[in-house]
């Protein structure tokens, strides 16, 4: 059964300061992973990476994937009381016809206090 | 990406009923995914759903109790049927998006609380 684990499951620091959320995976047919940002509801698409070594960035947002030994983190640095959030890692595989599935960790609760 | 819109936003339902949850795209998709997110808990998938075949159930759901109609490449519903507590979650819709292989974008979510 494929596995997707997340730590720490909470998280609470002060503005201004950098993060590390971990992604841990245990798959088989492994495609890819991706970072989901969740507030409220509705995930919202951060990052995906396919390839160890090279990190995607997107302002305070970085990430990268080590496919050797089968994690992803995700740095946010000088957070913001708005980075406050679930974020969620999913690692995709391949489930035959060519198609592909999702696998959930339980998330990062982030909270971020002035 | 694609604009997803999902109706009901949120519902509070009696034990034994039944819901619909819509969900609208902009945009022509094949394939469209319907998952469960219970209490504390991560999202799980219930369902593929491709336009013009049967939907494609994952393991612990059933079609009796979620069933699945796509009757176009934009439109999906889903229904929660003979409702219990235990289906009480929030539950989300999701398309694949733009040109980005294996990355789901994500409906506004539907909160469903069963009394």
């Known amino acids: 059964e494929d596995k997707v684990v997340q730590s720490p499951l909470s998280l609470v620091v002060h503005e201004g300061d950098t993060v590390t959320l971990n992604c841990s995976y245990e798959v088989t047919n492994f495609r890819s992973l991706l970072w989901y940002k969740q507030e409220k509801k509705a995930p919202t698409f951060l990052f995906m990476l396919?390839?160890?070594?090279i990190e995607k960035k997107s302002g305070r947002l970085s990430s990268i994937l080590d496919k050797k030994e089968l994690f992803s983190i995700l740095n946010i640095t000088a957070t913001q009381t708005g980075d406050s959030a679930i974020y969620l890692c999913?690692?995709?595989?391949?489930?035959?016809?060519?198609?592909?599935?999702?696998?959930f960790g339980k998330g990062t609760k982030l909270s971020v206090i002035p | 990406s694609a604009v997803i819109s999902q109706k009901p936003s949120r519902d509070i339902c009696q034990r034994g009923t039944s819901l619909t949850i819509q969900c609208q795209v902009d945009?022509?998709?094949?394939?469209m995914f319907w998952y469960r997110q219970q209490p504390g808990q991560s999202l799980t998938l219930i369902a593929t759903?491709?336009?013009?075949?049967?939907?494609?159930?994952e393991s612990g759901f059933v079609i009796d109790k979620f069933p699945i109609s796509r009757p176009n490449l934009t439109f999906s519903t889903l229904t929660v049927s003979n409702m219990s507590p235990e289906d009480s979650s929030i539950y989300l819709c999701s398309v694949e998006g733009g040109g980005r292989p294996d990355t789901q974008y994500f409906g506004p979510g539907t909160r469903l609380t069963v009394l």
């Open positions: 759903a491709n336009q013009g075949s049967e939907a494609t159930y």
């Open positions: 999913a690692v995709a595989t391949y489930s035959g016809a060519g198609s592909y599935q999702l696998t």
């Open positions: 945009s022509q998709v094949t394939m």
């Open positions: 396919t390839s160890s070594g």
